[in-house]
């Protein structure tokens, strides 16, 4: 029996059994965890929706998120983003008769060759400021023509702030006269430019309540617009859309929504000495999204409005949102409440039975998960699954002992580390003696 050997392979065992630990999941380094029930049932996976209060401490990228079961072990999971779509089925029809009526409007007519189903048009014209009046005619002879737009309009608030899609009743007419005319100050007739038309099938992932609540409203006479600050009880909410409870009949409004999660920040001042200087800036509003509310009543004695403002799917909200409303000439709208709707993300996990799980959240240090779950589900969207749900965040009992200093794997077992490698090295140093002795010990002569 090789006694060296074998006191050797238990010290890498134990070596190894360090390293083994090191790697082990630490669940003091997150902050919360909320216990996750799921219903009863037959099937591989289980399906569980974000709450706000979960964005509300996890990290933006999601990924310090955990799900662990009752013996401690990892649970594979996928996260999905629900996503509204849109079908958009895109023509550029010619474009014919350009002329300039008595008002001093630009009007094109397009033929679509055939009649054609759209809903949506695209009107470019020339210019950086401007709101014009958009009218939309539909024929199918080129000779008479029906009103399908009295008044809509474009805008233009700036080079990279512009609005040029016009919504219309879903129609299969072959020709669409459009006229743009100017504004009043404006002493040339507008230059109509590009004129695309779509046919678009919306489609909505399911949405959850987000209240906004109001808690500055202002009117900027400089810019003529109206200022609503709002604020929402949590921060990076997936929101998918925000809606305008507007009180007026009719109008049409450019809008544009910014956010950000805090008035002001400390920025650190550069010195001389050794003490750290702050001082209080202001923190810059970021764009979110600028579009068109409208409400008026249509050539056919229906209401259209448009009052939902689409956020782009994959934006994280900020905590605190800047509404802003140009009324240009007209007299300001009265914004009576707002609310939001977000999409939240799912997680879909393995989970073969309904025994409750553990997500826990909040950890900076966590690096992102790696499971093989990702490439065996496609679409997780898709899958059968279950119904899981939170039962509210709170705090993870073990985070407090994580800040205190941590106890390693060899000052824990020092006493069972010290007496295995006291036992290697009097194997070893006796092996290397009798190596040595062997080495110098003189061939036996013949008597």
């Known amino acids: 029996m090789n006694i060296s050997g074998t006191f050797v392979g238990a010290a890498i065992v134990v070596l190894a059994g360090v390293g083994n630990d090191a790697v082990a999941l630490d669940l003091a380094q997150w902050q919360y965890r909320a216990e996750v029930t799921i219903e009863e049932g037959v099937g591989e996976y289980g399906r569980l929706a974000l709450t706000p209060d ?42 014919i008769n350009r002329s300039i009526n008595a008002q001093r409007a630009a009007l094109v007519t397009l033929d679509f060759g055939d009649k054609t189903t759209k809903n949506s048009i695209e009107v470019v014209t020339a210019g950086n400021n401007f709101r014009r009046a958009v009218k939309v005619e539909g024929s199918n002879d080129n000779v008479e023509f029906f009103t ?33 005319s100017p504004m009043e100050a404006e002493q040339d007739s507008p230059a109509i430019g590009a004129v695309r038309a779509s046919r678009m099938e919306p489609g909505r992932a399911e949405h959850q309540p987000v209240k906004m609540v109001l808690a500055e409203q202002s009117e900027d006479d400089k810019t003529r617009s109206s200022i609503y600050l709002y604020g929402l009880a949590y921060r990076s909410l997936p929101v998918a859309e925000i809606e305008l409870d507007v009180a007026d009949e009719f109008f049409y409004r450019y809008v544009t929504v910014e956010g950000r ?29 600028g579009d068109a509310i409208y409400r008026y009543i249509g050539p056919d004695g229906q209401k259209r409005e448009r009052l939902v403002l689409r956020i782009p799917s994959g934006r994280r909200v900020n905590r605190y949102l800047k509404v802003e409303i140009q009324n240009y000439d007209d007299k300001p709208i009265s914004l009576k409440s707002a609310s939001a709707k977000m ?42 699954a279950r119904t899981a749900r939170l039962e509210g965040i709170t705090g993870n009992p073990l985070f407090k002992r994580g800040e ?33 002795k062997s080495l110098h010990r003189e061939p036996a002569r013949d008597g």
């Open 148 to 180: 399908l737009i009295e008044q809509a309009y474009v805008f233009a608030v700036s080079f990279n702030k512009r609005f040029e899609q016009v919504d219309l009743p879903t129609n299969d007419y072959r020709y669409l006269r459009i006229s743009v």
């Open 261 to 289: 999660d805090a008035a002001t920040q400390n920025v650190r001042i550069d010195s001389e000495d050794s003490r750290q200087r702050f001082r209080e800036v202001e923190v810059s509003w970021e764009r979110i999204i």
């Open 404 to 436: 205190e200093k941590p106890v390693s794997w060899t000052e824990e077992h020092k006493g069972l580390l010290l007496t295995v490698m006291v036992a290697v090295v009097f194997v070893l140093g006796g092996f290397i003696l009798r190596s040595f």
């Open 54 to 95: 979960v964005y509300n401490v996890a990290r933006r990228d999601l990924g310090d998120i955990r799900l662990i079961n009752a013996a401690g072990e990892q649970i594979p999971y996928v996260l999905a983003e629900p996503k509204d779509t849109t079908r958009r089925q895109t023509y550029e029809p010619a474009v």
């Open 343 to 384: 999409a939240a993300h799912e997680v879909v996990f393995q989970s073969k039975d309904s025994a409750p799980l553990l997500l826990y959240v909040g950890s900076e240090s966590a690096g992102m998960p790696q499971y093989d779950l990702k490439q065996r589900l496609s679409d997780p969207l898709q899958v059968s």
